[in-house]
Protein backbone atom coordinates (compact mmCIF):
# COMPACT_ATOMS: atom_id res chain seq x y z
CA UNK A 1 0.00 0.00 0.00
CA UNK A 2 2.71 2.61 0.40
CA UNK A 3 3.24 2.18 -3.02
CA UNK A 4 0.69 3.70 -4.18
CA UNK A 5 -0.40 7.59 -3.55
CA UNK A 6 -3.78 9.29 -4.60
CA UNK A 7 -3.58 12.46 -6.06
CA UNK A 8 -6.54 14.57 -5.21
CA UNK A 9 -7.46 18.26 -7.52
CA UNK A 10 -10.05 19.44 -5.04
CA UNK A 11 -11.56 23.45 -5.44
CA UNK A 12 -14.77 23.56 -3.11
CA UNK A 13 -15.60 20.07 -2.97
CA UNK A 14 -16.11 18.60 0.54
CA UNK A 15 -14.70 14.81 0.01
CA UNK A 16 -16.86 13.43 2.47
CA UNK A 17 -16.53 10.23 0.03
CA UNK A 18 -13.12 9.86 1.54
CA UNK A 19 -14.56 8.31 4.69
CA UNK A 20 -16.23 5.26 2.07
CA UNK A 21 -14.95 1.92 0.88
CA UNK A 22 -12.27 1.52 -0.57
CA UNK A 23 -12.13 4.93 -0.67
CA UNK A 24 -10.58 5.02 2.95
CA UNK A 25 -8.20 1.98 1.91
CA UNK A 26 -5.71 4.81 0.81
CA UNK A 27 -3.03 8.13 1.36
CA UNK A 28 -3.84 11.09 -0.34
CA UNK A 29 -2.11 14.25 -1.37
CA UNK A 30 -4.69 17.06 -1.75
CA UNK A 31 -4.04 19.87 -3.75
CA UNK A 32 -6.48 22.47 -3.04
CA UNK A 33 -7.39 25.39 -5.47
CA UNK A 34 -10.38 27.02 -3.06
CA UNK A 35 -10.73 29.54 -1.26
CA UNK A 36 -11.55 27.38 1.68
CA UNK A 37 -10.32 24.60 3.92
CA UNK A 38 -13.55 22.91 4.93
CA UNK A 39 -13.37 19.05 3.97
CA UNK A 40 -12.51 16.18 5.26
CA UNK A 41 -9.12 15.27 5.86
CA UNK A 42 -9.70 11.37 6.60
CA UNK A 43 -5.93 9.27 5.65
CA UNK A 44 -4.92 12.95 3.74
CA UNK A 45 -0.99 12.98 4.48
CA UNK A 46 -0.61 16.35 2.57
CA UNK A 47 -2.42 19.30 1.79
CA UNK A 48 -0.86 21.55 -0.66
CA UNK A 49 -2.30 24.77 -1.83
CA UNK A 50 -2.46 25.98 -5.43
CA UNK A 51 -3.77 29.06 -7.57
CA UNK A 52 -6.99 28.42 -9.05
CA UNK A 53 -5.94 27.91 -12.50
CA UNK A 54 -5.80 24.35 -15.16
CA UNK A 55 -8.28 22.51 -12.84
CA UNK A 56 -7.43 18.95 -12.32
CA UNK A 57 -4.91 18.99 -15.23
CA UNK A 58 -2.72 20.95 -14.37
CA UNK A 59 -2.93 19.41 -10.83
CA UNK A 60 -1.49 16.42 -12.06
CA UNK A 61 1.32 17.47 -14.31
CA UNK A 62 2.11 20.24 -11.20
CA UNK A 63 2.34 16.76 -8.91
CA UNK A 64 4.70 14.99 -11.82
CA UNK A 65 7.00 18.28 -12.31
CA UNK A 66 7.38 18.99 -8.53
CA UNK A 67 8.32 14.72 -7.50
CA UNK A 68 9.68 13.41 -11.18
CA UNK A 69 12.51 12.08 -9.10
CA UNK A 70 10.28 11.33 -5.92
CA UNK A 71 7.09 9.38 -6.98
CA UNK A 72 5.31 6.44 -5.87
CA UNK A 73 4.94 3.39 -7.81
CA UNK A 74 1.54 3.65 -8.85
CA UNK A 75 -0.17 7.59 -8.96
CA UNK A 76 -3.63 7.55 -8.74
CA UNK A 77 -5.65 10.95 -10.45
CA UNK A 78 -9.08 12.43 -8.74
CA UNK A 79 -10.34 15.04 -8.94
CA UNK A 80 -12.19 16.21 -5.85
CA UNK A 81 -15.90 16.02 -7.83
CA UNK A 82 -15.52 12.10 -7.61
CA UNK A 83 -18.77 11.82 -5.36
CA UNK A 84 -20.94 12.46 -9.08
CA UNK A 85 -21.65 9.10 -9.55
CA UNK A 86 -20.50 8.28 -13.06
CA UNK A 87 -17.25 9.47 -11.61
CA UNK A 88 -17.34 7.68 -8.30
CA UNK A 89 -18.35 4.19 -10.20
CA UNK A 90 -15.23 4.53 -12.65
CA UNK A 91 -12.67 5.65 -9.73
CA UNK A 92 -14.05 2.54 -7.65
CA UNK A 93 -13.26 -0.12 -10.11
CA UNK A 94 -9.83 1.33 -10.53
CA UNK A 95 -9.07 1.14 -6.64
CA UNK A 96 -10.20 -1.99 -6.34
CA UNK A 97 -8.24 -3.50 -9.05
CA UNK A 98 -5.04 -1.86 -7.46
CA UNK A 99 -6.43 -3.57 -3.93
CA UNK A 100 -6.99 -6.75 -5.98
CA UNK A 101 -3.82 -7.00 -7.55
CA UNK A 102 -2.08 -6.07 -4.24
CA UNK A 103 -1.40 -2.91 -5.14
CA UNK A 104 1.08 -3.83 -7.52
CA UNK A 105 -0.31 -2.66 -10.68
CA UNK A 106 -1.92 0.78 -11.82
CA UNK A 107 -4.71 0.74 -14.07
CA UNK A 108 -6.36 2.88 -16.79
CA UNK A 109 -9.88 2.79 -17.63
CA UNK A 110 -10.89 4.20 -21.15
CA UNK A 111 -12.48 4.43 -24.41
CA UNK A 112 -10.48 2.18 -27.39
CA UNK A 113 -9.92 4.00 -30.82
CA UNK A 114 -8.15 3.22 -33.53
CA UNK A 115 -6.18 6.83 -33.03
CA UNK A 116 -7.01 9.46 -30.61
CA UNK A 117 -5.72 12.01 -33.07
CA UNK A 118 -8.17 10.75 -35.70
CA UNK A 119 -11.07 10.49 -33.37
CA UNK A 120 -10.60 14.11 -31.94
CA UNK A 121 -9.18 15.44 -35.09
CA UNK A 122 -11.29 18.21 -35.07
CA UNK A 123 -12.44 18.76 -31.74
CA UNK A 124 -12.74 22.53 -30.09
CA UNK A 125 -14.51 23.86 -27.26
CA UNK A 126 -15.17 27.88 -26.73
CA UNK A 127 -17.71 27.68 -23.35
CA UNK A 128 -17.67 24.65 -20.74
CA UNK A 129 -18.72 24.93 -17.02
CA UNK A 130 -18.36 22.79 -13.95
CA UNK A 131 -20.83 19.93 -13.56
CA UNK A 132 -20.24 20.12 -9.54
CA UNK A 133 -23.10 22.40 -7.59
CA UNK A 134 -20.47 23.13 -4.70
CA UNK A 135 -17.73 24.45 -7.53
CA UNK A 136 -20.44 25.77 -9.44
CA UNK A 137 -21.71 28.03 -6.48
CA UNK A 138 -18.52 29.78 -6.03
CA UNK A 139 -17.20 29.80 -9.77
CA UNK A 140 -20.08 30.25 -12.60
CA UNK A 141 -17.35 31.18 -14.88
CA UNK A 142 -18.37 29.45 -18.82
CA UNK A 143 -16.12 30.92 -21.12
CA UNK A 144 -12.71 28.87 -21.82
CA UNK A 145 -9.36 30.30 -22.47
CA UNK A 146 -8.80 29.32 -26.42
CA UNK A 147 -5.59 27.63 -26.88
CA UNK A 148 -3.07 29.42 -29.41
CA UNK A 149 -3.01 26.28 -31.17
CA UNK A 150 -6.22 24.41 -31.89
CA UNK A 151 -8.40 22.62 -32.82
CA UNK A 152 -7.06 19.19 -31.06
CA UNK A 153 -6.20 17.18 -34.40
CA UNK A 154 -3.47 20.60 -34.79
CA UNK A 155 -2.65 20.62 -30.54
CA UNK A 156 -2.28 16.86 -31.01
CA UNK A 157 0.61 16.91 -33.75
CA UNK A 158 2.35 19.86 -32.17
CA UNK A 159 3.09 18.39 -28.64
CA UNK A 160 3.18 13.91 -29.72
CA UNK A 161 3.77 14.14 -33.41
CA UNK A 162 2.72 11.19 -35.14
CA UNK A 163 2.58 8.81 -32.60
CA UNK A 164 -1.07 6.74 -32.59
CA UNK A 165 -2.32 5.81 -29.17
CA UNK A 166 -5.16 4.06 -28.67
CA UNK A 167 -6.96 5.27 -25.51
CA UNK A 168 -8.76 8.09 -24.07
CA UNK A 169 -10.20 9.13 -20.72
CA UNK A 170 -12.54 11.12 -19.28
CA UNK A 171 -13.32 12.94 -15.93
CA UNK A 172 -9.39 13.30 -14.86
CA UNK A 173 -9.99 9.56 -13.27
CA UNK A 174 -6.70 7.21 -14.13
CA UNK A 175 -3.68 5.32 -12.50
CA UNK A 176 0.08 5.63 -13.89
CA UNK A 177 2.65 3.22 -13.03
CA UNK A 178 5.55 5.64 -12.37
CA UNK A 179 7.89 3.66 -14.91
CA UNK A 180 4.97 4.98 -17.92
CA UNK A 181 5.87 8.76 -16.37
CA UNK A 182 9.80 8.77 -16.16
CA UNK A 183 10.35 7.24 -19.55
CA UNK A 184 9.72 11.24 -20.25
CA UNK A 185 12.14 13.89 -19.85
CA UNK A 186 10.73 16.10 -17.35
CA UNK A 187 10.49 18.68 -20.18
CA UNK A 188 8.04 17.28 -21.70
CA UNK A 189 5.79 17.94 -17.91
CA UNK A 190 6.59 21.31 -17.99
CA UNK A 191 5.63 21.86 -21.78
CA UNK A 192 1.91 20.39 -21.02
CA UNK A 193 1.96 22.42 -18.27
CA UNK A 194 2.38 25.74 -19.24
CA UNK A 195 -0.70 25.50 -21.82
CA UNK A 196 -2.49 25.41 -18.41
CA UNK A 197 -1.01 27.26 -15.70
CA UNK A 198 -2.57 31.11 -16.61
CA UNK A 199 -6.36 30.55 -16.38
CA UNK A 200 -8.82 29.12 -14.37
CA UNK A 201 -11.04 27.16 -17.20
CA UNK A 202 -8.23 27.06 -20.09
CA UNK A 203 -9.43 24.42 -23.09
CA UNK A 204 -6.03 22.74 -23.22
CA UNK A 205 -7.53 20.54 -20.50
CA UNK A 206 -10.17 19.24 -22.43
CA UNK A 207 -7.91 18.42 -24.83
CA UNK A 208 -5.48 16.83 -22.32
CA UNK A 209 -8.38 14.77 -20.66
CA UNK A 210 -8.46 13.00 -23.76
CA UNK A 211 -4.81 12.85 -24.20
CA UNK A 212 -3.21 11.10 -21.41
CA UNK A 213 -2.49 8.22 -22.88
CA UNK A 214 -0.84 10.11 -25.54
CA UNK A 215 1.32 12.19 -22.21
CA UNK A 216 2.37 8.71 -21.17
CA UNK A 217 2.54 7.06 -24.62
CA UNK A 218 3.37 4.12 -24.87
CA UNK A 219 1.78 2.35 -21.89
CA UNK A 220 4.19 -0.82 -21.07
CA UNK A 221 3.67 -1.33 -17.48
CA UNK A 222 0.28 0.20 -16.61
CA UNK A 223 -2.64 -2.05 -17.38
CA UNK A 224 -5.39 -0.88 -20.17
CA UNK A 225 -9.34 -1.78 -19.75
CA UNK A 226 -12.07 -0.98 -21.58
CA UNK A 227 -14.15 1.46 -20.05
Given at each position: ??????????????????L????N?FKY?VY???????????N?????N?????????????H????????S???????????????????????N?????N?????????????????????????????????F????????????????????????????????????????????I??????R???????????????A???????????????????????
Amino acid sequence: MENVIVIISRYNENLSWLLESPFNQFKYIVYNKGINNNFEKTNVIQIINLPNVGKCDHTYLYHIVENYDNLSNIVVFLPGSVDIQNKKQKAIRILNNIIKNNYKNAFFIGEYHNNIKEKFNNFSLNKFSTSNSQNFSINPESKLQLCRIRPYGRWFQYFFGNIQPHWSTYWGIFSIDKRDIIQHPIERYHQLLKTVNKHSNPEAGHYLERSWCAVFYPLFFTVKIRE
